[in-house]
Each structure stands twice: as C-alpha cells, then as structure tokens.
C-alpha cells in the first residue's frame, strides 16, 4: 500500500475512484474529484478569507556552489501568490554574471570532482538520501509549491510531491546501472563504449509543475554523474531553492547543483548560450524552445532537449465507455487549471455518442469545485498569473467569436487572482483558433467526427505532437490509432498516466528527445568508442 | 594481422595503409604525365526525383571538376528550393502514403541486401567514379571505401527487422509499451570528403527504420550518389522513397533545413555550416538534428609505445584520404623522450608517402578537393612556418596542375598557433611535444573539438586513464581510423550532436512512441 500510495499517479487515482475500494482512499487527484461531486460547485470561496499557507519562506537566494547569494547586481523579483495577486516574497534576480558564477562552480565540481569520481553506488545513495528528506518535508513542500503556482494543495501534496519522491527513488536505481556495450567486431579488435557524464547541464524548467519537472530533469543528469545549473520559472522560483537545500543535507557537492532564480531573455539566455554549458534541457513553450535551440546553435552546439507545447488529441470512439472517457476527458483536460503541456485540449468525440458526452462533459464541468487550492476538496485552483489569466480569457471570446457553442463557464470565476470557470465548447472547428494554439487553461473543446480515417488526419494536422488519449473497446481500432497518431504517449483509456519508467516527449514541434524513463538517460550521456587491436584472440 | 576476406571487405584505412610502404615515394613525374582515363562513364546527372531523373525547375546546371587536373568532367543539375520541395513532397507521399513504411521489415530488409549485392556487382566502376569526382586513391576506393559501405548496408539490413520497443514495467495496473517509429522524412547532408560512405551512413539507418528521405550531395561529388541510388530503384526501392538533390548548401541545402515538412535532419561538414544546419532547423520546425562536425583530434604517444607502429598510424591518421577526414589525428603528441626518434621516423616516412595520379597503382595521396581547400591549405602551412614551427618536410604543391599537396610534418607545434588550433583539412601533420599525463590530457582536452583521439601505450593503465579522460567520441588505443559498422561514431563538444552508425545510429532514425492502456485482473504487474 505504501508503495502505492507513492506512486500514487494522476490519473490512477481517478480511475481508482469510479471504481472505489481502498487504494483509491490513499490517492490524491481521483479523491479530491470524487469527492467534489459532493461539495456546492464554485463555492465562492475566492471571496471568502484565504487559507494562510503553513509554511515560512526561508529560501530567496540564488544557490551557487552550495552557498546561498544575492545575485551580483543586488537586484530582486517579487514572486505572487496567484490566489490574490499578492507578493508572497522577494527573490534573487539571477542575471549573467550569476549564470557564469552558477556554471564556473558546476565546471569545478565536475572537472575536478569529487561528484563525477565518486563511485555510482555513492551517487545513488544521496538521491537516496535526498528522496527521503523530500519525504519528510513532503507538506510544507506542497504547501510552498501550491502558495507559488495555485495548484490544490491535495493534487501537490499526494500526487505531485510523491511522484517527484518516485522518480528521484527511480533515478537513484540506475545510477549504478549506466552499462556501456562491447561491440562486435569485423576483424581482430576489442570494441567497447562507455556511457560517460556529458559535463555540466543548464536545465529550464518552467512554473506549471515546478518540482516534478525538477525531478524529471535532475535526477537522470545526477544519475549519470553531471553536474548542473537549474533555472527556475520566474513565476515560481521557491520549490526548487527549498529541496535544493535538502539535496545539500543529503550529502551532494558544493557545485553539483547550482539554482539561479530569474527571467527567461537574461538568465535564461545566458544559460543557454553559455560557451562551458555542454548540454542544455528545456521545457516551455514551442517559441521559447526555438530559441533556446537557436542560442545553442549559435554558442557552442551544446546538444539540446526540448520538451515544448501540445494540441492533444483525445478520440471518443463510438465504442467508448463514455461515462468513463468524460471522466477522463474532463480531468486531461482541466488537470492543473489546464496548464499541462500534454493536456487533452481537442475532444473528438464520435457522431453517434456527441450529444451524449457534450452533455455529461457539461455537467461535470459545471460540477467541478473551483476555490482556494488550500481548501479539501478543491479541484481547480487560479491560473498562474495575470498575463495567462487575460490569454485565456482572450481565447474564450476568441471561441464565442467564432461560433463555437459555448456550453458552460466563459468568464473569471470571482474578483480576485486568476480563477477562471471551468469552460466548455461545443461544434468547434479545426480551424478555429481554439482548436489550433495551445490555450493553456480550463478551456474543452469538444468535436465531432465520422469515422477513423477522417479522425486521424484531423487529429494529426497540427503542427505538435506531445499525446493523445483513444477511448475504445475495440482492440482494432486501438491498434490502429495507436500507431497512426503522431505523437510521442497514446494513453489508450487512460489519460496522463505518468510513472518514472514510461518516456515522456513529442513528435514534430511538440520536442526532440525523451525524458523519464531509459530514455531519458541518453540526454546525459555521451557515447565513447574504445578500440584496441587484439593479439591472439581465442574468438571473435 | 589476420588476412582474409572479413579483413579485406572491413578493410579499414590503417589496416591498408600499410601496403603503401612497399611503395616508392612519389614519382614527381605523375603530375606532369598524362592522368589516366577512368574507366567508367557518366550516364547520371540530374536529380533523382520521385524515382526519375529529372532536369532542375530552373533548368540550370553547374560543372564538376576533376581534382587532378581542375578540368570539368560533367554538367549536373543544379537542384534549388523548387527541387527540394518537389524532393519532400515525394518522400512526404512516400511515407505518408506507403508502401515503404507500410512493408514488412523483413521486405525492407530484403531490398536493402539486393542493393548491396548490385553494389558488389559495380564496384569497380562506383570506385572509379568516387576516386574521378573526389581525387581519392582508386585502390583506396575499390579495395576499403565501398566494401566498407557494402557492409554497412548489409549491417543495416539486419537491423531492419530487429527495431525492437520495450515493454515497461508499471506502478500500477497499466500495461505499458514503447514503439520505436520511423520518424517520417529525413534531410539528409553529405560531405564531399566520404561521399559514398556517408552516404552509406545516413541512407543504411534512415531506410532499415521506414524513413523516406531526401538527401542532398556535396556540389562537389554529385556523382557517385547519383549512380548508387539508380542501383537501389533496381533493387526494389519504391519511387519517392529516397531522393537525390545535387547543389549548393546557402540554396538547395538551406531549402531543406528550413522545410516545415521534413521531420528529421542528418549533416555531416563543418562546424560553421553545423551551426546554420542547427540555426535553420530551430527557426523552421524544430526538426531533429544529427551532427557530424569538425575535429583537431589529438594522437598521444606515450613513453612506453611501440614507435614505429605509432609513427605509422599517426602518419595515416593525418595524410589518409588527402588529410581530408573530420576525425583527422592532427595534433600528434608525443612524450618528451621519444620526441626526437619520433620526428625523424615520422619526416622518413611522409618522404616515402607516394603522391600521383589516383588512378595509378600503388599511389597513396591524391590531389585535393578543389581550389579553394588547396589554397586554404597553403596558407595553414604559411601560417605554420611563420609562427614559427619547424617545418621537417614538405610544405609545398606537387606539379603545377590540379590541386596537389606535398605531405608535410611540423614539428615543435605549440598549442597556441594556429596550425595547432584550427581543422587544416589536408596533408600537414603537427607534432608536439609533451612531459606528463596531466599535462597531456589537459592540453589535447583543450579545443572546441572532441570528435576522436589516438592513444599509443603498452601499459594497461595508462590506456584506461587517457581513455576515460579524453573529452571524445572515439578513442582508438594502438590503432586507428577503425570503422566497423558496428562502431558508433560523432562528437563531443562542437564536434556534432548524436552517434552515427551501430545500434546508436538507430535511433537518429525512430520515434519513441508510449503507449498506456489499463490492465484490467492482472496476473502480475
């Protein structure tokens, strides 16, 4: 049980809760919808008194080489709670000069260790270590990273933190596992390849899931023995600081891991074009991702991997269990106030089950409990800022304009922060705008289609390709959409099912590469070719 | 070295080279004699399009010369924009709509082997093409080059139907796979230095996969790619499947960079034209970039090595191919108490080092590319004797036609001058002079490079130190130029992103597609 409740994986729990029982009492996400079904719909609880977060702010500075610093320029950001609007904190504002500090220590640690020299044993034990100190801090770590983002505190605090406790254990098991290969031969040589530490890795990371994405680029560099410097999201910088501190307390170097808080056209850029960074990651958007790569192109060809914007498809099949795909539709699509990269932002549903799933998509939209994310049973908490609050809004009117059947919410929920009604448009079309950018909020946009070809093109005409979801009984067709769709996951009666082990990336403009799971070792790995001549080989 | 016929068809460069010093040194009459007529024709100059021939939209041509003489030898269509897109779309409706994708791979796999039995079959003429347009030793052609891409097409087709995906283990009741998918249309660049067999190394990976793909030749070895990828359509290739372009990088190799269709990009050149190749993809599509670039690749000879073999291997490591290899050993260390006998040894041999006429037997180095790497070169030796490097030997042109390069040796390099520093791309070797290991992998670590390195020793743990501590994609320990198909190869640093051939190169070439479905009473999870 322990150990489910620790992988306790998003959309598990919410297929655990339509079937009941006690596992799914210990998962998050499937309790708390489940449980929203309960409680009065848009209790309105943003005018209420807010819940106070029951966590101090103790980590402002940037950490470099394993101190905590003002940035060099003396200059701070306010960091906001998205609830109000309100500065929650002032933080160090990394610039260039602290990306160069940032990566002169992580050169250090790796060129001359000890990080890179220890055995592999000793580096998976401090991901060890660091895992279990994360487990101990596990509520106020949730409760600093739904302050930050506003994402409900039960969603962080049983899904999220334990999952980034998931997936640093998972990384921890390979780094004593990073095998290279003997190769055969085509005449008297011994070949081998070793499988070694690329060098110091300048990660991006972005604000809708500060700490998992944490862990998802972290872990596998650690694993493989690098070194790096992390820039956090702007609009949520203090997660990453706090378990960075307890990296330290588990045994990591000075320099290892290096954060520098800041904006993306200063910090950002300098990281990305830095001259001694030999290997960037990134996660954002599509036209941020084009150009980190350019920066990189342009500096020292540091290899690059993108993890960028979605369009997700998710195909309603005449012979879905339609109860259940509305389920999951409703959750892929709204999960995180609809900031997931991966979201399920086109619903196709089939003609002869339409009326029925825009119907009871409606009313579990109009059911889903909108309120202060501190608050039991909130599912849907305030979008992350104002700027992505007025975009959002923009792409409602957008759907209006342009004759999509606006079938419920449509407007800011309250009159304080960045709520939003959890919306739902019906008779979309591909060409609208609605069903071609990335809205990045509690938008569904639900479409009709005939049959399986018609529905492949459609769902494949769109410049990304980061998942898909396929609700079907039928074994055929799942097949078929399955490897027919373009896009780097297919959950196939599931949706945003996300375990350490399985990769995670897009096809076309949605990335270039795979992170979790093996895959993701690759990204910190370069190949080394041995060779040496044999003398007197028994064979070959 | 055991002989026989896996040594001959994986004949590597420094396992043939050796043949060369039964030789006499260069008959300075070669240049001046009348060059040998290949014996082959040009049937192929247009683009491959679709499975045709066809003539470039403008109608334009542009000449190729051969590098002996600098004379034309073919007018061959000049592929732009136009052409690339006709080039996409057809490799586009050849993935999107089949059959190459669509086939079993054991069929692929089939075709992939018949193209490599006709190649076996045109040898000699494929060689004689390759050594006209390039200037490359015909024996070196013949005898290593294109066995070496018969066998990675062989090695290729047998990974065809071996593209396995993984099965995952789960947290929960899911059943979880992973499908390794073609990507769909590959761009692919390939350099004039190798050109069949990069080609062989971006076409074999990309086809055992299911790609289509539209590749586009260096403007100055259009031939020889033309020719195979004729022998491919009459091996069962369906049309649209692999493309031809001949033409220039700023027109027809900007076009495909820059296409929103193309979903993956493959480049072999320099590291300037890497940059742009990177800059063009990010700015398009975000297409998937593989890149082979430059190198200054450091060759360490240790105390305890065997000299004269290290003095061989460095000599072919540097003046194999014209000098004209990205993996080039073109920083020679060598430790202080050996330093004197190596520089003499390495002088003698370079004086033997026979240069003529390519198509004339026994001859070992071949004029250079063109006029402009010629005289690239010359100004790297001027630059070399003027900073102040001892010139042991050469330093000049051969004859007073075609683009001939005395091999020459610097000794006394020092790592700040420019000849140690930047990629010569020709027959100049420099050699430097080192006292401890830190010292030596500090100083062979310090380039923006980090594409290969040589390391001659006896000792065990000297081997396993420079081994680990050489910022490289390929280490060769008392050898060189080793290039089984097997062999993964690329760069660290600015020498590229990615590993071209063995099973790494497989997956320049797939998508990792996840797949999730829920397990409903699983027996076991």
Not at chain 1, 87 to 109: M, T
Request: glycine fraction near 8%; proline fraction near 5%.
């Amino acid at each position: 049980m322990a150990a489910r409740r620790l992988s306790s994986l998003l959309s598990r729990s919410l297929a655990a809760s339509s079937s009941s029982g006690s596992a799914s009492l210990l998962s998050s996400l499937g309790r708390s919808s489940g449980c929203g079904k309960s409680i009065h719909r848009f209790s309105t609880a943003a005018a209420e008194e807010l819940i106070i977060p029951p966590v101090q702010i103790n980590y402002t500075q940037n950490l470099i080489n394993g101190q905590f610093v003002d940035a060099v320029s003396g200059k701070t950001f306010p960091t906001y709670d998205p609830r109000t609007g309100e500065v929650i904190a002032h933080v160090a504002e990394g610039d260039a000069e602290d990306i160069n500090l940032a990566v002169a220590a992580a050169r250090k640690a790796f060129d001359e260790g000890p990080w890179p020299r220890m055995t592999a044993y000793e580096r998976s034990r401090i991901l060890l270590r660091f895992a279990d100190l994360v487990e101990k801090h596990n509520d106020e770590l949730a409760a600093l990273e739904t302050w930050n983002n506003g994402k409900p505190y039960e969603q962080a605090a049983k899904s999220e933190l334990p999952l980034l406790i998931r997936l640093f254990h998972y990384y921890a098991g390979w780094a004593d596992k990073i095998h290279g290969l003997t190769v055969p031969a085509d005449g008297d040589y011994h070949v081998q390849t070793l499988h070694e530490p690329i060098g110091v890795a300048g990660q991006i990371i972005p604000w809708n899931f500060p700490l998992v994405m944490f862990a998802w680029k972290v872990g596998p560099a650690l694993a493989c023995g690098n070194t790096i410097v992390l820039k956090t999201a702007e609009q949520t910088p203090l997660t990453a600081l706090f378990v960075a501190k307890l990296f330290h307390e588990a045994g990591l170097p000075p320099g290892v891991l290096n954060i520098v808080s800041g904006y993306g056209p200063t910090a950002g850029a300098a990281l990305a074009s830095h001259m001694d960074v030999d290997k960037l990651a990134f996660t954002g958007s599509t036209d941020t991702g084009k150009i980190v790569l350019e920066l990189a192109a342009r500096s020292n060809l540091k290899p690059v991997t993108l993890e960028l914007g979605g369009k997700s498809p998710f195909i309603v099949c005449e012979d879905a269990d339609v109860d259940k795909a509305v389920e999951l539709a409703h959750f892929a699509l709204f999960f995180n106030q609809g900031q997931c990269c991966c979201a399920g932002s086109r619903t196709y549903v089939h003609e002869r089950v339409h009326d029925e799933f825009i119907e009871k998509a409606k009313a579990r939209a109009v059911r889903r409990v909108v309120g202060d994310p501190f608050k039991k049973g909130v599912e849907q908490g305030p979008q992350i800022d104002s700027e992505q609050f007025e975009k959002v809004l923009r792409y409602i009117r957008s759907g209006i304009k342009s004759n999509a059947t606006l079938e419920c919410g449509g407007d800011r929920f309250g009159s304080k922060g960045y709520f939003i009604q959890p919306t739902v448009f019906s008779n979309v079309q591909d060409d609208m705008l609605i069903a071609q950018d990335e809205i990045f909020g509690p938008v569904q946009s639900i479409f009709k289609f005939k049959d399986l070809d018609e529905v492949i093109r459609r769902a494949n005409a769109t410049r990304y390709g980061l998942a898909a979801g396929v609700f079907t009984k039928n074994l055929d067709t799942a097949n078929t959409l399955t490897r027919a769709l373009r896009a780097g996951t297919v959950w196939v009666n599931c949706f945003d099912v996300f375990d350490a082990a399985i990769p995670f990336g897009g096809y076309k403009m949605s990335g270039i590469g795979r992170e979790k799971g093996i895959y993701s070792l690759n990204n910190y790995l370069q190949v080394k070719a041995v060779i040496t001549p044999l003398k007197k080989a028994a064979w070959l | 070295m055991k002989a026989g016929v896996s040594t001959i068809l994986g004949g590597l460069a420094s396992r043939y080279f050796s043949w060369g010093r039964a030789i006499n040194r260069f008959s300075t009459s070669v240049a001046v004699e009348e060059p040998i007529r290949p014996t082959v024709q040009i049937d192929y100059t247009q683009l491959l399009i679709n499975g045709q021939f066809v003539d470039a939209a403008s109608g334009k041509t542009f000449p190729t010369l051969d590098p002996r003489t600098g004379e034309v030898i073919a007018h061959v269509a000049e592929g732009d924009t136009e052409d690339v897109n006709r080039a996409v779309s057809a490799a586009r409706k050849a993935f999107d709509e089949g059959p190459w994708p669509k086939m079993t791979p054991y069929e692929r796999s089939c075709i992939i082997y018949r193209f490599a039995d006709l190649l076996e079959k045109h040898r000699n003429e494929i060689a004689a093409l390759e050594t006209w347009d390039n200037g490359k030793p015909y024996e070196q052609a013949a005898n290593v080059e294109i066995p070496l891409v018969i066998r990675n097409f062989r090695y290729y087709a047998g990974w065809a139907d071996k593209i396995h995906g993984l099965t995952v283990p789960a947290d929960g009741p899911y059943h979880v796979q992973t499908l390794h998918e073609p990507i769909g249309v590959a761009g692919q660049l390939v350099p004039w230095n190798f050109p069949l067999l990069i080609y062989s190394w971006k076409v074999g990976p990309a086809l055992a996969c299911g790609n289509t793909m539209v590749l586009k030749t260096a403007e100055l070895t259009p031939l020889s790619a033309l020719y195979v990828s004729k022998l491919f359509l009459e091996a069962g290739l369906p049309p649209g499947v692999l493309n031809v372009i001949s033409g220039f990088g700023p027109t027809a190799g900007a076009a495909l960079c820059s296409h929103m269709d193309v979903d993956k990009l493959d480049f072999t050149g320099s590291t300037n034209t890497g940059k742009i190749v990177l800059g063009l993809a990010s700015k398009s599509n975000l297409k998937k970039v593989t890149l082979e670039l430059g190198g200054k690749s450091p060759i360490i000879v240790c105390e305890d090595a065997d000299i004269d073999l290290a003095v061989e291997h460095a000599h072919t490591a540097v003046f194999f191919n014209q000098g004209q290899c990205c993996c080039a050993g073109s920083r020679t260390f060598v430790h202080e108490s050996v330093y004197n006998e190596f520089i003499e040894k390495a002088k003698a041999r370079a004086l033997k080092r026979v240069v003529g006429d390519p198509f004339k037997k026994g001859v070992e180095q071949g004029p250079q590319i063109d006029g402009e790497q010629f005289k690239k070169i010359l100004n790297y030796i001027r630059s070399g004797i003027e900073s102040g490097a001892t010139l042991e030997y050469g330093g000049e042109r051969v004859g007073s036609k075609g683009y001939y390069i005395q091999p020459t040796v610097f000794s006394n390099v020092e790592d700040n001058m420019l000849i140690a520093k930047e990629e010569i791309f020709g027959p100049v070797q420099s050699i430097l002079k080192f006292k401890t290991f830190d010292e030596v992998i500090r100083r062979a670590n310090t380039t923006q490079f980090g594409l290969a390195a040589g390391v001659f020793t006896k000792n065990i743990n000297t081997a396993n130190t420079l081994t680990r501590a050489l910022r490289v994609g390929t280490v060769w320990i008392n050898c060189y130029f080793v290039f089984d198909a097997a062999i993964p190869f690329g760069g660290n640093k600015m020498s590229g992103n990615g590993r071209e051939k063995g099973i790494y190169g497989l997956s320049n070439y797939f998508q990792v597609k996840a797949v999730v479905t829920p397990l409903k009473n699983p027996a076991w999870l």
